[in-house]
DNA sequence: GAGATGTAGATATTTTTATATCCATATAAT
DNA sequence: ATTATATGGATATAAAAATATCTACATCTC
């Protein structure tokens, strides 16, 4: 019995139900309830209650036999398993329309993420700011990621420019990023990337539009 | 032996994969090759070769034995399979930040959608065109939909909005619906509804970081 | 207090998806 | 021509995920 056995390998699909749960508990939460049940979420979030069940019960949500979950401490688990309880610091390269759609969505602070600064090589887009965030030229990268110690890059730049910008940015030492241009990135080991791939979203409703 | 054993039901994750499968083909095209392997597909995929190979043999892409895929009729194939071959119309309604940033999207052409108007009810963007689109008042909406006999709906709309616009859509006879708001909706049977959740995505990259 | 009810917990089953293995064959090198 | 090689095709295996089933128990109703 390792130190490791705690490691159940939580699926990817459920790891991508857990926000889903997170806004419906948060709603709750804001009007006082304290429980909630799998078949409750289930109505709300139209996803099978044995599914919920199974999620929560992986995570390690506190629940009570008869009454359900907590919401309160469903919550927590959710957010503490995610890393949502504090901030990551983060930053965006590609000030142009989704990036600064990014920048203007207020919810990732309850999602872990605070975006500090934001990058573009544009002359009429550095030096302004967004939303709050101040635009930086890309040439500084290197500095101002040490100087503020930055972990998360979302990077919202046109494909073409994406790979030269992930080497700058691994270069950097940054180990996670959250990659909305449609090319895949090379990256050496040990550095996470998360695809955001609108296409796929379009094409599984396009398919299911011919199929149906 | 039915006429309906052709469909032999591709699965999610081979749909959303098709599009990966386009960008890398397009491009080789565009260099004059003709023929191409799921090995190479998949060094520039990072996809392993097996699934390449099985995804294409799903929505029967022509190929030769020996040689590997013809690029052309791969295309051909996906673009077939998705409906991205001719045009659809389609529309958005919530020109925000979010919208804003898919109107300005030119690689929508390349996917089968082309949304030729916007809707908003905020009185400094109805009137005004965003990327060549014009926004009308919500208020217009069933009238252009018909006039323009307009298919697909692309909603980015803040979320609290959102089970009440697609309310109206379905009232206008929409059966699809691409939904950026982070809300589950609600619609009859028979309406298709892509439900597009960034955060799903931030979840995936945090809790890979969490584990590693 | 007794029983009905709905819930989490645990386990088992089914389905789906990914991966591996082997084979026939077209191509390229010799 | 001959051989080596890389590929798609087909089948089999493994892994992952969803779904079902059963049990125990806390809460509610009467």
């Known amino acids: ?17 857990l926000p889903q749960y ?19 979420l289930a109505q709300e979030t139209q996803i ?13 949500a506190p629940s009570k036999m008869r009454a359900g979950f907590k ?4 919550i927590s688990a959710i957010e503490n398993f995610l890393g949502w309880d504090n901030l990551n610091k983060a930053f965006l390269v590609g000030a142009g ?3 600064a759609a990014l920048l203007g969505f207020s919810g990732f602070k309850n999602h872990g993420l605070e975006i500090v600064a934001a990058f573009d090589t544009h002359p009429e887009r550095v030096g302004n700011e967004i939303h709050g965030v101040h635009v930086y030229h890309t040439a500084q990268l290197k ?10 890059a979302v990077l919202t730049v046109p494909g073409p420019a994406a790979q030269g910008i992930t ?10 990023i959250w990659n909305f241009a449609p090319v895949k990135l090379a990256v050496p080991k040990g550095v ?11 094409a599984e409703l396009c398919a299911c539009l011919k199929t149906k």
């Open 22 to 40: 997170l806004r419906v508990l948060y709603d709750w939460h804001g009007y006082g309830r304290e429980l909630a049940s799998s078949t409750e």
């Open 71 to 74: 919401i309160k401490g469903t």
């Open 192 to 202: 996470v990337v998360q695809q955001e791939d609108i296409a796929s979203g379009l």
């Open 48 to 60: 099978p209650p044995i599914v919920i069940k199974k999620d929560l019960q992986a995570i390690g």
């Open 167 to 176: 080497d700058t940015l691994v270069a950097c030492g940054i180990k996670a």
């Open 97 to 99: 329309h989704l990036g």
């Open 1 to 17: 019995m390792s130190l490791f056995s705690k490691k159940k390998s939580i699926s990817v699909q459920t790891i991508r139900r």
């Open 143 to 152: 500095s101002i990621i040490e100087d503020k110690k930055l972990k998360i």
